[in-house]
C-alpha cells in the first residue's frame, strides 16, 4: 500500500488541468538524448566539410540549439499524451520517429550513405507527420509542439536531397 500511494505521488493530476506526468516526462526527455547521442557520436567532419551544399545550409552551430530545443519539446509532447486512454498508437508512432530520427545520424554521417539516409529521413517525416495526427486526437497542444519538428524535418529532409543530387560520386560511397 506504501509503495502504491508513492507511486501515485510521482505522477501529477492530469484531470481537468491536463498537467503532464513528470516522471513520464523524464523518461521520455532521456530518450531524447539517447537520440541525441547519435549526433554525438557520428559528427560531420571532413567528409561533409567536402561534400557540395546549397547556399541555405545552416551553420553546424545551429545543429545542436535546434535540436536541444526539438527534444525538449518532443518530450513534452509524448508526456502530455502518455498516460490518456487510447495512446497507445500514438505513442507508437513516437517511437517510431525517435528510433528513425536516431538511425539517420549514423547512416549519413557514420556510413556517408546519403540516398540511405534520403530514405531514412522520408520515412521519419511520415512516422512524424502520423504522430502528430495521433497526437492531435488525444492533445492539441502535443500536436502543435510537434509542429516546429515535422518544420525543420522538411528543412533537413530537402538538405539531404539537394546535398544526394549535389554529390553524385559520393552518393552512398562507402569510406
Request: glycine residues 8%; charged residues 10%; aromatic residues 12%.
Amino acid at each position: 500500500m506504501y509503495r502504491e500511494k508513492a507511486v501515485r505521488g510521482l505522477h501529477a493530476d492530469r484531470g481537468a488541468t491536463g498537467v503532464m506526468d513528470l516522471l513520464l516526462f523524464f523518461v521520455f526527455l532521456a530518450t531524447c538524448a539517447v537520440a541525441a547521442s547519435s549526433g554525438v557520436l557520428f559528427k560531420p567532419g571532413a567528409w561533409y566539410r567536402g561534400l557540395d551544399k546549397p547556399g541555405w545550409t545552416p551553420p553546424n552551430i545551429a545543429f545542436p540549439i535546434v535540436w536541444s530545443v526539438l527534444y525538449l519539446l518532443m518530450a513534452i509532447a509524448a508526456a502530455r499524451v502518455a498516460g490518456h486512454p487510447g495512446s497507445a498508437l500514438a505513442l507508437a508512432l513516437w517511437s517510431l520517429q525517435i528510433c528513425l530520427n536516431t538511425l539517420w545520424s549514423g547512416v549519413f554521417f557514420g556510413l556517408h550513405r546519403i540516398r540511405a539516409a534520403a530514405i531514412v529521413i522520408g520515412l521519419l517525416w511520415v512516422a512524424l507527420a502520423a504522430t502528430i495526427m495521433a497526437f492531435a486526437a488525444i492533445d492539441g497542444l502535443a500536436a502543435a509542439l510537434l509542429v516546429p519538428y515535422l518544420i525543420w524535418g522538411s528543412y533537413a529532409f530537402a538538405l539531404n536531397l539537394s546535398i544526394l543530387a549535389r554529390n553524385p560520386k559520393a552518393t552512398d560511397a562507402a569510406t
